[in-house]
């Protein structure tokens, strides 16, 4: 990081009320696998030139998601939360919260909006790397358009060309490149808020953002294209992931072949789901030579029947995983980067950090998607294990 920008104090600010309208608890659907708040937390803390991550919320359950994504928490007051309340109110509140505190008082604020989960953690830090480079005080995300006919209706339902004369129509290249807020960004000095009530101000540089990165959730629409989005991002990445290096692949049990639910009946007997294509992944899979094995620190037999049908060896009732998978690593001789671990739950962190590969399913834990090198389209027990011995059966027939 440039030693400039290493001089201000950077503080990401996310205002997330309760009570949406259009969307009912939409700060906290899933969106990517994980609640949508939760991409723009890990978003600023991701990135190498914030310092602090706030979330301004009047709502129990988004705070809770948020702390579990490792943000602070500043509480609204109801007086500034309805949904006429301004961003503005809710970020001046914050500056005044933590002055009055802490006597805390950030040289820049970096005000991310929880509707836009495509960001990536880069574009902040080339933003506010803008803004200081270009000594501005306050910068915005956009998209950067070459409007073709841009037109307006009037009252009386007459439609008017706004950006070219009817007898002059220009080629589309000729169109002067036009910036639309794409509400993704926005970063100001303190003293442009303070002094202005607004959070533009000053010099005001914009940070250009492409169209698909620029995309907001303001309805189930969008909802539903970015997930989809999301998706394909993840096959994508899939192509950078090398399985070549790995002889051993290590399966929890509970979450990642099952769906992590239990069917308790009147007796006690219980009962898992898991997904049938799986097996036929891990049949083919066994074909290429690869070893797989089951390692779980659950009792119930189920574990024993299941890997016995899948015909894979398995370790149940562990009570110290990585101890037994370090065992099972001596006697196979492998080295910890010749191995690959799939987990979904902080019982794995151990396993997943000393691993080579460490993968994690779609619905896993925070702090273990937090770690992983990989992480499935698919949930546990819907298909995870199967799209995994898929890659893998990919890259070696390749």
């Not at 619905?363 to 949930?379: C, G, Y």
Request: with cysteine; charged share 30%; glycine share 6%.
């Amino acid at each position: 990081m440039d030693i400039l920008v290493m001089k201000y104090k950077c503080l990401a600010i996310i205002p997330a009320r309760g009570g949406s309208k259009g969307i009912p608890k939409k700060n906290i659907r899933i969106v990517g696998g994980k609640p949508l708040i939760a991409n723009t937390i890990e978003h600023a803390l991701k990135s190498c030139v914030v310092n602090r991550t706030i979330v301004s919320t009047d709502d129990k359950e988004i705070a809770e998601v948020s702390k579990q994504y490792r943000a602070e928490i500043v509480w609204r007051p109801l007086e500034i939360s309805g949904d006429k309340a301004s961003s503005e109110s809710a970020l001046i509140h914050v500056l005044d919260y933590l002055k009055e505190k802490e006597n805390y008082e950030p040289d820049l604020v970096v005000f991310l909006q929880a509707t836009s989960p495509l960001r990536q953690p880069r574009h902040i830090n080339e933003a506010v790397k803008k803004l200081i480079k270009q000594k501005a005080d306050s910068c915005f995300s956009a998209c950067p358009e070459h409007f073709t006919g841009r037109w307006q209706i009037d009252k009386n339902g007459v439609a008017k060309a706004l950006n070219y004369e009817l007898s002059k129509r220009p080629m589309r290249q000729e169109y002067p490149v036009e910036y639309v807020e794409n509400g993704s960004i926005y970063i100001f000095k303190t003293w442009v808020i303070r002094k202005t009530g607004n959070r533009l101000g000053g010099r005001i540089v914009t940070y250009p953002m492409d169209m698909i990165d620029s995309l907001q959730i303001d309805t189930l629409e969008d909802m539903k294209l970015i997930e989809q989005l999301f998706i394909a991002r993840d096959l994508d990445s899939k192509e950078e992931v090398d399985f070549s290096d790995i002889k051993l692949l290590v399966f929890d049990f509970d979450g990642v072949m099952t769906d992590n639910r239990v069917l308790v009946q009147e007796d006690g007997y219980e009962s898992v789901l898991c997904d049938r294509g799986d097996g036929l992944g891990i049949s083919k899979l066994k074909k290429t030579g690869l070893d797989i094995i089951v390692l779980s620190t659950e009792e119930n037999p189920v574990v024993k029947v299941r890997c016995k049908k899948l015909g894979i060896d398995h370790i149940q009732n562990s009570h110290n995983k990585l101890t037994e998978l370090k065992k099972i690593a001596k006697i196979k001789g492998l080295k910890s980067n010749q191995i690959a671990y799939v987990g979904n739950d902080i019982n794995d962190l151990d396993c997943m950090t000393w691993v080579g590969l460490p993968i994690a399913v779609r619905n896993a834990m925070p702090e273990v998607k937090n770690i992983a090198h990989f992480l499935t389209v698919k949930e546990g027990g819907k298909g995870a294990v199967r799209e995994i011995c898929d890659i893998i059966l990919k890259q070696r027939m390749a």
